[in-house]
């Protein structure tokens, strides 16, 4: 098996990420996370917004409707030019991105042949959406990002807020692209979460210049911080002709992934693209110099995040398989066992050790097999740290504390495992 099937089957069988409407059949491009897939979903969303929001002065929050009047996508451009470019295989008539050479190339190899390909035909990736209860229905739009919401509420938040340029807004939330070719596990979808900051700043080249790169340097540094290995990241600046409709340039920051290299998020220079075609404009209070400001934006896929940091913290060793995800990505940061489930002692004293953890960290227990059965269970959802409570615990109330990726041991005292597991976690 390689590395996606592994991690893949590994996801399915212990509650990461399932089929989306598995039992009919599946739906293609659609998934579900699992009791373990949305605390990792939701842990990677976590730490962006406390990188992105909290830990800055500069940046604010917002969370727009997924659903916007149909006039905001004509004016964005997106219902014009958000598209893909569409080929037919003539011999199986199956469709690809005329843009993925590397598929088309494995294409022409599985048929062992040459190829006919069609004319490349332009596809529309806004998905639509029929409103009311009358006929005729209101035409409208899932949005294809999420950065439009943050645009045209730019006044709202400049009107109702301290914030002053140079500032960001940040946002998460559902996208939906109608994709030529979903696949790739979560890689490719229809339905997908995005993690988005707007930048905005003075319409100034060397500005933005400098704010490109600073913000290029932030985003690599947030992956890596988090444990994605540096070595399977990589910078990719966009080609002439590559460039979103939007972008006046554009580089992507890209993960090794058993397929190849491919883009786990987007910075991109919109300049006044968007705020110009909206008709919103800045004035600073200060100076009364009104203009349209640019705009830097980091984009980001939460489920191409999800899939990477798995993919990347899969290993397998000594007969066992962990998941070493960083313990702040990981679902649970501590489970606790009593090393006997039928000495009521035992498990009294882990119970209630059970109940004060789980207070301040998603905490799991587990009572079932042995101990050595526990660790491996609890190695392959990458739980960093296990504690025991044996018969040396009732004499001394202290607890054995496993670690998960060196599986050594140490004994921490009962009254301090809150403030030990705290500072690990903020290391
Ligand atoms: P690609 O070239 O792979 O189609 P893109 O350049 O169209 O991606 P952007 O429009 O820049 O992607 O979107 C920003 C981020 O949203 C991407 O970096 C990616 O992480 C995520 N994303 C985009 N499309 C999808 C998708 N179909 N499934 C999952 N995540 C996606």
Redesign the pocket.
Known sequence: MDLMEKVSSLAKRRGFIFQGSEIYGGFQGFWDYGPLGVELKNNIKKEWWKSMVYLRQDVVGFDAAIIMNPAVWEKSGHLKAFTDPLIECKLCHQRFRADKKDLLAKHESEHGEKVGWTESKKFNLMTEVLLGVTEPKQKAYLRG?ITQGVMVNFENVVNSTRVKIPFGIAQIGKAF?N?IT?GNF?????E?E?MELEYFIPPKEDESKKTFEYWKKQRMDWYVSLGLNPKKLRFREHKEGER?HYARFAE?IEYEAPFGW?????I?HRGDFDLKNHSLKYKDNESGEEYTPWVIET???V??ATLFFLLDAYHEEDKRVVLKLHPRLAPFKVAVFPLLANKEELTKKANGIYETLKKEFNTAWDDRGNIGKRYFAQDEIGTPWCVTVDFKSLEDNTVTVRDRDSAKQERVEVEKLNDWLKTKLND
């Open positions: 990002e692209r994709e979903p979560t890689f490719r979808s229809r997908f995005q979103a992507d491919d883009e786990l998020e987007g991109h984009s980001g896929g489920d191409r």
